[in-house]
């Protein structure tokens, strides 16, 4: 294989890999819940040898917060407006359509399943926590450097991401456009 080759090999079938893998894994989620399928289910699911993801993620937690963080980024990235009211309004929209688009509720159940008691499961709950905060705080930091008063990423969490999942997980309202720019409003 030449150096041409493998260059352009991870955005392939890789990629392509990588893509059918989540899509197996937020599938199952939707249809089983946590808990109820093995890393060889997905790899039936996916149309790979289960090898392949036991090499690229290492087991389900890993694989299952990379699934988190890859739809999180994907579908509400960290966005630019040029004011903090202006990002946590555009941000926290995002979120809202994420969480209750036709995979949101899954996700949302994937995320308090990485909250069990194996160490694996918590460690890839803190890294996708510490991820996720660390894009909070860069754009917190980016206000800040405009002068503007900003929050904690902490709060952030709290008062505007924590009351929408509370919502979706337990089906206690709509996230209108008024009730998510109320969260912001209040936090800020």
């Known amino acids: 294989m030449n150096e041409r080759q493998r260059a352009r090999r991870p955005g392939g079938r890789s990629a392509r890999v990588g ?3 989540h899509q ?17 289910e997905v790899a039936a699911r996916a149309g790979v040898a289960d090898s392949s993801i036991y090499r690229r993620w290492g087991n389900l937690e890993a694989l299952l917060a990379d699934v988190m963080l890859t739809r999180l980024n994907a579908q509400s990235p960290m966005p630019d407006t040029g004011s903090l009211a202006g990002d946590l309004r555009t941000y926290a929209a995002a979120v809202a359509r994420e969480i209750t688009g036709p995979d949101g509720l899954a996700l949302l159940r994937l995320a308090v399943a990485l909250s069990n008691d194996s160490q694996q499961a918590l460690r890839a709950r803190d890294d996708l926590r510490d991820e996720r905060t660390r894009q909070l705080q860069s754009m917190l930091d980016r206000a ?7 929050p904690d990423a902490l709060d952030v969490l709290d008062h505007v991401l924590a009351p929408m999942y509370i919502r979706v997980l337990f089906g206690a309202g709509e996230l209108t456009p008024d009730y998510v720019d109320g969260l912001v409003d209040r936090l800020l």
Do not use: K, N, S
């Open 19 to 21: 893509a059918e893998v």
């Open 24 to 40: 197996a894994v937020t599938d199952l989620i939707g249809e089983r819940g946590y808990g109820h399928f093995t890393i060889g």
């Open 144 to 150: 800040r450097e405009r002068g503007e008063p900003a």
